[in-house]
């Protein structure tokens, strides 16, 4: 009896050892701390997927961040907004607006 205990006993610190093996990454894989600390040269564009220098992307980057000023909106509509969004704020006080 126990000489099948050590037997189970190797067998199964085997089996536990063996596992532990395939958990790890295989040897031709570079690490990600070492990823990151790589400095990236090249780049692709966010917009069309086209490869771009790191500066060209760093300005694109810049350009998308800023906010878009230019107004969009017909100004007639924008005054008509206005006043959609007063009337909202005067209809609880005067309920008769329809």
Not at 25 to 35: F, S
Not at 68 to 74: F, Y
């Amino acid at each position: 009896m126990p000489r099948l205990y050590r037997a189970l006993t190797c067998l199964g610190t085997l089996v536990v050892l063996g596992d532990c093996a395939l958990a790890l990454p295989p040897p031709d894989e570079i690490p990600e701390e070492i990823l990151r600390t790589e400095v990236i040269t090249e780049a692709r564009s966010p917009l069309d997927g086209a490869p771009i220098s790191a500066t060209d992307y760093a300005a694109l980057q810049e350009h998308l961040r800023a906010p878009n000023t230019e107004p969009i909106v017909n100004p007639e509509i924008a005054e008509l907004i206005q006043l959609l969004q007063l009337r909202r704020l005067l209809k609880p006080v005067l309920p008769f607006l329809r």
